[in-house]
RNA sequence: GCGCCCGUAGCUCAGCUGGAUAGAGCAACGGACUUCUAAUCCGUAGGCCACAGGUUCGAAUCCUGUCGGGCGCACCA
């Protein structure tokens, strides 16, 4: 999926990518409205059809040029129709429909070349690889070391590797970070609730903190503390002991956890590491920029200007004690990032996090320049999942220690496909209400079996077949525009044609939800070309070696958009 | 009260940098297995795109307001 088009190559053989045809489309249309009109015009666009029986692709662009060019939008659209319907071997038919609109049905050459490209060499190439040579740093989960990942960190472990997987799919080389909280409030209670527990079973009385965490798995390390360590730990005095040994077992917990949904990061970046020095130079460099002050009855407490920063409220950094709240490591981790150089810097969190990461923004526009943090630094905030069974919400409290876990959710469920597979179905800045007895579910409820099944009869066919490759080489471009000519397979290869520029806009736009309607819409006509006609035909080599290299391209196509979803690719179901 | 997100078919959701008849899956109804896996296919039905205004040649899409839901408004993260 790495590789990039090798343009020479496909030139010899007439053969353009998809995005290229739509290029030259475009600038033909263009250069023709500016030497007609003598004027200087924006760059029109070719998108693609909303309906596939108006033609492939489509440009609006007479419209909107109509008041400027004092012309009709039709007369406008019959300009751009004439200057590239007899000069692309690719496009069989350009009309002009409707209003002004111009419609352009792709020529069955282009499209069997295509597919027969897709069937050799595979889809990936044709993904233009717009992150090639540049790097990404992608930052999600970062869930406080304080125990079992829940079903709000799942959604967010699933679409920060799918965002990943979708910025590898187009070039860019992602780094997977994990920010791990393993310095403040939150671990101080957590070794408290551990001291609690052990001092328990010895049997001395200690309460959990305020705040503090109840959870059953605080016991079993509570046991295994004292069988490693022995009994002559005391609280507070032994504070440090009790905190490293738990965050030491909640980063095993986390990383088990993740290892079920197949997600691994390339780095744990741990909060301790830029205290006290990179965080105190952090403060220093706000202090230089005017951007804190001290609180006028306590000058031990540092407060953040972010309301002259254009946000709603100051806020406290340093507190009277000399620790710091959540936001002032935050700040000096994400100087870090910049410092490191990436390209592009994402950040996931959950809707919960609004607010801060707002802080935090505005705080790193003033200090880089807001430039560069606009360009640089894109945030993706997704709202939460609600969890139904038989139609009932299911109540998750995590004070209470009775929320439901990340490892609950895929036993429940049976499947980290599955799972993975839902989550990434719906758009992250939309609530979901994740159904389990639907996810649950072996049959035609489950929509990831209905893609995978579409994998899985391709590789069924193949087994049928002895040898694959003798067979594709009977089968030449020519041959398979004239073999495939039903609408099923005609419509199969221009579908699989817009893929690649649909996996571009959704890296674009990292926006991985959009991979499974596409993955839905191959599948879909894919079942119905595999209804309709039967591939392998031993009486016919050629129909045979056409229609089989059709689907070495749909399954090229499918195992590529199911390893943007971390999805796995089945020989048999 | 303030900020962000959401409100589309019975259910779960796409479509939202404005464009030509609003899409899919599931559920419902009617059909299709002596042939490469029927976890499939073919067909039918289902919608004032929350509501009200506005912008325009054109609005589910942009703006304003109202109503409804989620999240946040910590010296927790």
């Not at 504070?239 to 997600?263: H, N, T």
Request: contains cysteine; aromatic residues 8%.
């Amino acid at each position: 999926m790495k590789t990039n088009p090798d343009w020479k190559q496909m030139r010899s053989l007439h053969l353009i990518s998809p995005l290229q045809i739509r290029t030259e489309l475009a600038a033909a249309m263009t250069a023709a409205l500016a030497s007609k009109f003598q004027v200087e015009i924006p760059s029109v666009e070719v998108l693609p059809s909303r309906n596939l029986s108006f033609g492939d692709l489509a440009c609006n662009s007479a419209m909107p040029l109509a008041g400027k060019l004092k012309r009709s939008p039709r007369d406008i659209a019959t300009v751009m129709a004439d200057s590239i319907s007899n000069s692309f071997p690719q496009v069989d038919k350009v009309s002009v429909d409707g209003p002004g609109f111009l419609n352009i049905t792709l020529s069955g050459e282009y499209l069997a070349e295509f597919t027969a490209a897709v069937a050799e060499r595979g889809l990936g190439r044709f993904i233009p690889s717009e992150g090639k040579g540049k790097t990404a740093l992608v930052e999600f989960v970062s869930s406080n070391p304080t125990g079992p990942l829940t079903v709000g960190h799942c959604r967010q472990a699933v679409l920060g590797d799918a965002v990943s997987r979708l910025l590898e799919a187009v070039g860019w080389n992602v780094e997977r970070e994990y920010y791990f909280n393993d310095a403040g409030k939150q671990m101080e209670r957590l070794a408290e609730s551990l001291a609690s527990r052990y001092m328990n079973i010895l049997g001395v009385a200690m309460e959990i903190p305020e705040g503090g965490y109840q959870g059953e798995y605080i016991k079993d390390w509570a046991e295994d503390f004292l069988k490693e360590k022995g009994d002559s730990f005391k609280w507070p005095e032994q504070k440090d002991d009790f905190r490293e040994y738990a965050a030491s077992r909640a980063f095993v917990l986390i990383s088990e956890d993740l290892k079920l949904l197949g997600i691994t990061f390339d780095r744990y970046f741990a909060e301790s590491e830029l205290i006290p020095d990179a965080v105190e130079n952090t403060l220093k460099l706000l202090d230089t920029k005017e951007l804190i002050y001290k609180d006028s009855e306590d000058p031990r407490k540092i407060w953040l200007k972010l309301s002259e920063m254009g946000r709603p409220d100051d806020r406290v950094v340093v507190r009277d004690d000399g620790t710091y709240t959540y936001r002032m490591p935050d700040i000096s981790y994400h100087l870090n990032k910049f410092k490191r150089d990436y390209d592009l810097i994402v950040d996931i969190f959950g809707s919960d996090h609004i607010d801060t990461c707002k802080d935090v923004e505005t705080v790193l526009g003033n200090l880089l320049g807001e430039e560069i943090v606009s360009t640089r630094l894109r945030t993706i905030l997704h709202q939460f999942v609600t969890l139904v069974r038989g139609g009932e919400k299911v109540k998750m409290s995590t004070r209470a220690g009775n929320f439901v876990t990340l490892r609950d959710l895929v036993d429940e469920v049976g499947s980290a496909d599955v799972v993975r597979y839902i989550f990434l179905t719906r758009r992250a800045e939309a609530h979901m209400d994740f159904d389990l007895e639907a996810a649950g579910a072996d049959n035609d409820e489950n929509p990831v079996f209905y893609v995978q099944y579409a994998f899985a009869r391709i590789s069924g066919i193949l087994r049928k077949v002895s040898d694959v490759e003798s067979l594709l080489h009977l089968c030449n471009a020519e041959r398979l525009e004239s073999i495939l000519t039903g609408d099923r397979e005609r419509n199969l290869m221009r579908l699989l044609e817009t893929v690649p520029l649909k996996v571009s806009a959704a890296a674009t736009s990292l926006e991985p939800h959009r991979i499974p309607d596409l993955l839905a819409e191959v599948a879909r006509a894919f079942h119905g070309f595999y209804q309709h006609h039967r591939v392998v035909d031993p009486d016919n080599n050629e129909i045979t070696a056409a229609r089989l290299t059709l689907c070495m391209a749909v399954r090229s196509t499918l195992n590529d958009l199911l390893t943007i979803l971390g999805v796995r690719a089945p020989e048999k179901m």
